[in-house]
């Protein structure tokens, strides 16, 4: 894709002018810590930032270090987790966590092709951790990054794939300060969603999320919430107090004792 210099100059200009005026004050924009930034970008896979900046604090504040959450119990980090959904990235963090204490002496590496052997931590994420972290000049795409790079070079264009926008992100990258060119990046895609038709529907890579009620991550988000709000639930009681069919709710408790969410002791369902 031949893109002139001139273009690629006025791009990153554009974007950096309007960081400097709209940048937003974000709590884990304002640490290096590398435990509080994989914290945060685990978080902020498939949720809002809005909830995100809400329950980081609380997730923090409760669990400071790498050590904290390795030790906590699957009940103790589930019921902090409760309004965020998608729960086993709560576990996969415990279970990361294990990790970085046991095989890396509590240091998280900064090497993308090793993070991505951790839990929970796919290429993107290992690259926005190197970044944000470590301030290493990696090459990834999350949605708001795909969504201003669809939004400048790709405008008409369909099923455009993330292998013709990669790069583009690497020729534009500001190497030396990496951390903050990919929050100007992210804070332009933002004000992208609030100004223009999501460009994001020209990926070849968009999924419409499908609804939320009726679906089997709602009935998982209820019965965990109700089995952690009582400590144990009689596999009755769960049937009396969701609204759901039995046999849905039947399905989702053995998914929930196969995946280690759950323990079934007779009729008795508690948390691992």
């Known amino acids: ?17 309007y960081y400097k005026k709209n940048k937003r004050d974000l709590p884990w924009r304002g640490t290096t810590d590398p435990y509080k ?23 923090i504040k409760v669990f400071p270090t790498f050590n904290s959450l390795a030790v906590a119990s699957k009940e103790e980090v589930l019921r902090l987790w409760q309004g965020m959904g998608y729960n086993r990235r709560a576990l996969y963090l415990k279970a990361l966590s294990t990790i970085v204490i046991d095989d890396h002496k509590g240091r ?21 951790i190197a970044a944000f972290a470590f301030n290493k000049p990696t090459v990834f795409l999350e949605t708001n990054i795909r ?11 369909k099923q455009v794939s993330d292998k013709d926008i990669l790069p583009l992100v690497e020729k534009t990258l500001d190497k030396g300060r990496a951390r903050e060119w990919y929050w100007a990046l992210m804070d332009y895609g933002t004000l992208l969603v609030k100004t223009v038709q999501n460009p994001n529907r ?26 952690l709000s009582k400590g144990r639930v009689h596999r009755k009681d769960l049937s009396d107090s969701l609204s759901y069919e039995n046999k849905k709710i039947t399905f989702i408790l053995n998914v929930l004792v196969k995946e280690g969410f ?11």
Not at 10 to 17: A, E
Not at 41 to 57: D, F, G, P
């Open 1 to 17: 894709m031949g893109i002139s210099k001139q273009k690629l100059s006025d791009f990153k200009k554009t974007i950096w002018d």
């Open 37 to 59: 930034i994989v914290v945060s970008e685990v978080m902020l896979q498939q949720t809002q930032v809005a909830r995100v900046v809400q329950k980081y604090a609380e997730f």
């Open 108 to 128: 998280l590496p900064n090497e993308p092709n090793i993070l991505m052997k951790l839990p929970a931590i796919g290429s993107a994420t290992a690259g926005s």
């Open 147 to 157: 969504r201003v790079f669809l939004h400048f070079f790709f405008q008409g264009k």
């Open 202 to 227: 020209n990926s070849k890579h968009y999924v419409r999320q499908s609804p939320f009620s009726g679906s089997d991550r709602e009935i998982r988000g209820a019965i965990l919430k109700l089995v």
């Open 262 to 272: 759950l323990v079934k002791n007779s009729q008795i369902y508690t948390v691992q």
